[in-house]
């Protein structure tokens, strides 16, 4: 299986980049172990747009793998799938929303042209798991990761791609397990792609 990482992190001087950067380096290694062909993007360096169109198409399987800052993808990680998935929308990742003038009436969304290709978040948080999924916590009231991250899952549902579970290591600044987070990651790893 041919797998894409989309390593997201923004590197700033009080976070260079190093979790997210290892969790990527330790994904490429457990998946090629495991028989995969593996390719890495990095957002915050220079890509070329069409070519990273290439890589969507040539992927079977594309992983994001990106901090949390302030709710969501760091703004490069953003500005690459602003960059990258408008352009694909000439036909090459999608057709447009799926409707034209001709079928207004289609389901918006459907023009998707990644059917049968699968995509995964791997998601590094200061704020500790038991901030989700608990109505009686303060920020989330009882919404999940996946809650959070429900924009992220439309864009690559409007390609027509199904999610693969969510992987996320919680409380990496405060309270950090990163050992643990990489056991569980490599089990997590083998499991959905074993």
């Not at 949390?68 to 694909?88: I, L």
Request: proline letters at 5%.
């Amino acid at each position: 299986m041919n797998v894409l990482i989309i390593n997201g992190h923004e590197p700033y001087p009080f976070s260079p980049g190093t979790l997210n950067r290892h969790l990527v380096e330790l994904a490429r290694t457990t998946l090629e172990g495991l028989g995969h062909t593996v390719q890495v993007t990095e957002t915050s360096k220079p890509y070329d747009v069409a070519a990273e169109i290439d890589r969507h198409l040539w992927a079977d399987r594309i992983i994001v793998q990106s901090p949390v800052n302030w709710m969501g993808f760091a703004w490069s990680c953003k500005k690459y799938m602003d960059q990258v998935y408008s352009a694909g929308t000439d036909g090459r990742l999608c057709q447009g929303d799926g409707r034209s003038r001709s079928a207004p009436e289609r389901q918006y969304g459907s023009g998707g042209a990644l059917h049968g290709r699968q995509y995964m978040l791997s998601l590094t948080f200061n704020a500790p798991a038991e901030a989700f999924g608990d109505a009686g916590q303060y920020l989330f009231g009882g919404k999940t990761v996946d809650d959070l991250f429900f924009p992220a899952h439309m864009n690559f549902r409007f390609f027509g791609m199904t999610p693969l579970q969510t992987f996320c290591s919680h409380d990496v600044v405060k309270n950090p397990r990163i050992e643990e987070d990489c056991e569980r990651y490599k089990a997590h790893l083998a499991r959905l792609f074993g």
